[in-house]
Nanobody, 120 residues
């Protein structure tokens, strides 16, 4: 019913920048929150940044001042601008959307993940 498509991952040198995008489509009535998480093999998935209705945001301490999350409500899209990348930012990044479907059911969806690799 709902699909998330991520793009923008890749390989970058330390100090460089990348921008991730995630587009939500399908039977969406309202999006409540959109966010980005990341996971390294063998570790738990962790929150990177999240933006809720009204554009309130929160960030992991490790990315504050370097990453910026933004959303385009008209396009059901969330972006993550990542600057001053460090090797420890290397991970698979997942988009997450908390929404209400057209049948008024609230649910949470995950993207397929996009690899970000930062070389030192």
């Amino acid at each position: 019913q709902v699909q998330l498509v991520e793009s923008g991952g890749g390989l970058v040198q330390a100090g460089g920048s990348l921008r991730l995008s995630c587009v939500a489509s399908g039977r969406i009535f309202r999006i409540n929150a959109m966010g980005w998480y990341r996971q390294v093999a063998g570790k738990q998935r962790e929150l990177v940044a999240r933006i809720v209705s009204g554009d309130s945001t929160n960030y992991a301490d490790s990315v504050k001042g370097r990453f910026t999350i933004a959303r385009d409500n008209a396009k059901n899209t969330v972006y993550l601008q990542m600057n001053s990348l460090k090797s420890e930012d290397t991970a698979v990044y997942y988009c997450n959307v908390d929404l209400m479907t057209v049948t008024l059911r609230r649910d949470s969806y995950w993207g397929q993940g996009t690899q970000v690799t930062v070389s030192s």
